[in-house]
Nanobody
Framework: QVQLVESGGGLVQAGGSLRLSCAAS????????MRWYRQAPGKQRELVAR???????NYADSVKGRFMISRDNAKNTMFLQMNRLKPEDTAVYYC?????????WGQGTQVTVSS
């Protein structure tokens, strides 16, 4: 009914940048908070950033000052601008959103940062 699809992942050298996108589609009545999570092999999935419908944002300490979350409500799309990437940023990045009173996940996109 609701689908979230991430794009923009890839391989980048330390210090580089990537921009991730998450597009929501399907039968959508409302989207409230949207979030980016990431999970490295053998580690817990962690919240990277979140953005409320009105634009309020929060970031994990590990990415604060380097990543920026944004959204285009008219297009039901969320973005994550990742700058000054570090090897420890390597993970699968997942889109998460509260849609129509429920919570949905994307399939994930791989981000690999080489040293």
């Amino acid at each position: 009914q609701v689908q979230l699809v991430e794009s923009g992942g890839g391989l980048v050298q330390a210090g580089g940048s990537l921009r991730l996108s998450c597009a929501a589609s399907g039968t959508i009545f409302s989207i409230n908070t949207m979030r980016w999570y990431r999970q490295a092999p053998g580690k817990q999935r962690e919240l990277v950033a979140r953005i409320r419908s009105g634009g309020n944002t929060n970031y994990a300490d590990s990415v604060k000052g380097r990543f920026m979350i944004s959204r285009d409500n008219a297009k039901n799309t969320m973005f994550l601008q990742m700058n000054r990437l570090k090897p420890e940023d390597t993970a699968v990045y997942y889109c998460n959103a509260d849609v129509n009173g429920g919570t949905y996940w994307g399939q994930g996109t791989q981000v690999t940062v080489s040293s």
